[in-house]
């Protein structure tokens, strides 16, 4: 019994020796892994390298620059992805994705077996994790001892990154045929579309690619594609995650053969943004792509109708806040014929006619005129400068509405005379436009006519005024300096607003137009090289610029003709809501003409009701018989 007893506490003795053994055995094989894991880590970025992308104000993708490796590479997280698309991907790559720490033992052994009774590889036992790790670090072959090196980097990822970053790191970067990585960019490219609300069909496509992806390209192989699409399908049945009905529905869907370009929208606000490029983060523009896409759309399809050479350019903002919410610098951005790189938004160029509608807003303001006040349109000579009309001809007397809405230059500059230039370019300036003028030159009464230079921007700056109850807001689409300077300035009064709103409104629509409630102006600068339509409603404005780059003269261009069709379907196209123009403000006389005092009957009648002479205006002089001349008055019987 004793040496029973003496033989139990030796076993005992030398059983917790060697559990003290394994135990430390244990401890210094896993402080070994852990500084082997810390000597030699996996190599993962803090930030992938993915495309830039300027977006529009709502996250909106309008338009990706490749990366400095050549690939559409777009940053993906999970809410970005349709979740159906996420539970396929994971049923059918690594169903137990969620629960194993980055290898899936029972997977490798399953793959070793049917390795072992058939002969060849029957199915991977590669983990989302292990393919992450081959992505981050391409192995040079397909040794098992590439396979274990793939093994210990997916344990180490692991234990670096949650398993939603594992996912979102996989959806940047998994290849789906030629320069596309990552799931947004495949599904841009070949859908049309952002993978958030993919079809049963383009889920499984997507499912498939990654595997084989430059054989199972869609775009080059579309029945390999088409046949790795509907064995996806198959293997969702099996695992429940599909009914029968719904995987058969999607198999009878067609598998498009198309790469699409990715959207390539703003061109110019987009190149812009560049400078203020944060890798990983993407920039932001004011714009709302669906206005965007309408209004280049109406541009290109406007250039082909006006011929070569001529391009198009448009701005629309919001009044209210001076977004903009839609800019086209030209026509098209890689047409060399139109000088399409140029962004004619911001090139200054004659505005013609479209500053008329503030000459008569100031004399408003003034009690100077009346809608129905009589306008003389007749030859005039204000010391030497001869104002004409756009077509030589002259109406005679005319009401100051018809003068605006015809678009009279003798009136205008008549009107201009009494308000004077330099008042009309303080107005403008403390907009904050300020129109170029001739070096050392002063206001002259040329600048009612377009002698002045101004932008588009500028134009449909000053048009936020009119939109906006005369407070004109400062233009910004994203691109500008986080330090400019946003301002509020009236360009005109309420009441005088309100007076050139109802007189631009009743101006008719071009032929063929629809009718929308809009108040617009059109121009056309000297010498047949500018035609310009800005219009509004109760919100928003729109500037339209059409001609050549070059300033070319183009004989037969106007702002009627050539301009306002482009104006009003662009309004259609903007896929804006109209929004009224505002009602007539209480105190607002609109009084008929025979309701006039006898000073607004007329205009420049003084007190008595008899025409005053224009301050500019010369006496008339004898032209012959000329001074010192003798004239023989005597006639022939």
Do not use: C
């Not at 009957?601 to 018989?625: H, N, S």
Request: aromatic share 6%; glycine share 10%.
């Amino acid at each position: 019994m004793k040496g029973t007893t003496m033989l139990s506490r030796k076993f005992l003795r030398r059983t917790g020796i060697a559990a003290a053994s394994l135990v430390g055995f244990a401890a210094i094989a896993a402080a070994s892994l852990w500084e082997l894991d810390r000597a030699f880590p996996p190599p993962l970025p803090g930030r992938l390298t993915v495309s830039t992308e300027v977006q529009d104000r709502d996250g909106q993708l309008l338009r990706a620059f490749a990366t400095p490796d050549g690939y559409w590479r777009l940053d993906t997280h999970l809410d970005q992805v349709d979740k159906q698309f996420v539970n396929m991907l994971v049923t059918y790559e690594d169903k137990r994705f969620w629960d194993h720490d980055g290898v899936d033992v029972l997977a490798l052994a399953r793959a070793a077996g049917q390795f072992a009774t058939s002969g060849h590889i029957v199915s991977g036992g590669s983990t989302l994790s292990m393919q992450l790790a081959r992505l981050i670090e391409p192995r040079e072959n397909r040794s098992l001892g590439s396979k274990i090196k793939q093994m210990l980097r997916a344990i180490q990822i692991e234990r670096r990154l949650s398993k939603q970053e594992i996912l979102e790191r996989y959806l940047t970067l998994a290849p789906y045929g030629g320069n596309l990585e990552g799931v947004r960019a495949a599904s841009l490219a070949y859908f049309g579309k952002e993978p958030k609300r993919l079809t049963v069909s383009e889920a499984a496509l997507l499912v498939a690619l990654p595997q084989l992806p430059e054989k199972r390209r869609p775009d080059r192989n579309l029945t390999i594609a088409h046949a790795a699409r509907d064995r996806v399908l198959t293997r969702m049945v099996s695992a429940d995650l599909l009914g029968e009905r719904e995987a058969a529905r999607a198999a009878l869907d067609d598998v498009s053969g198309l790469r699409r370009k990715l959207p390539a929208l703003a061109p110019h606000a987009a190149y812009a943004m560049l400078p203020k490029a944060v890798p990983g983060k993407p920039l932001q523009l004011t714009i709302r792509k669906s206005v965007q896409q309408g209004l280049e759309q109406v541009a290109r399809d406007a250039a082909i109708k006006l011929g070569p050479r001529l391009s198009v350019a448009m701005v629309m903002a919001d009044a209210r806040t001076g977004d903009i919410l839609g800019e086209v610098g030209s026509a098209d951005f890689f047409d060399a014929s139109r000088s399409g790189w140029i962004d004619m938004t911001k090139i200054v160029r004659s505005p013609g006619s479209t500053l008329k509608p503030f000459i008569y807003g100031l004399a408003f303001e003034q009690g100077l005129v009346a809608q129905e006040m009589l306008i003389e349109d007749s030859p005039v000579d204000f010391g030497g400068y001869r104002p004409k009309n756009f077509d030589m001809g002259y109406q005679g007397d005319v009401s100051i509405r018809q003068a605006l809405q015809l678009s009279l230059n003798v009136p205008a500059i008549r009107v201009l005379d009494s308000v004077g230039p330099a008042r009309l370019m303080a107005r403008f300036r403390q907009a904050g436009v300020s129109p170029v003028l001739p070096v050392n030159e002063a206001p002259g009464l040329a600048i009612g006519l377009g002698g002045v230079g101004v932008t588009l921007r500028d134009l449909v700056q000053l048009y936020t005024g009119l939109a906006n109850g005369g407070k004109a807001n400062t233009l910004h689409d994203g691109t500008e300096p986080a330090n400019a300077e946003r301002t509020t300035a009236t360009i005109l009064d309420a009441q005088a607003n309100w007076q050139i709103t109802d007189i631009l409104s009743g101006v008719k629509p071009p032929e063929g137009a629809l009718q929308r409630g809009i108040a617009y102006k059109t121009g056309t600068s000297y010498g047949y090289r500018d035609a310009w339509s800005v219009g509004f409603d109760g919100r928003y404005v729109l500037g339209v610029w059409v001609g050549r780059a070059d300033a070319g003269a183009v004989p037969g261009l106007s702002g009627y003709v050539s301009a306002a069709p482009i104006l009003f379907e662009g309004f259609v196209r903007s896929s804006l809501a109209a929004a009224p123009l505002p009602s007539q403000p209480a105190g607002v006389v609109k009084a008929r003409r025979e309701d006039l005092p006898v000073t607004l009957a007329r205009f420049g009648a003084g007190a008595d009701g008899l025409v005053q002479a224009g301050p500019t205006e010369p006496a008339p002089t004898i032209i012959f018989p000329p001074n010192g001349a003798r004239v023989d008055l005597a006639t022939n019987s």
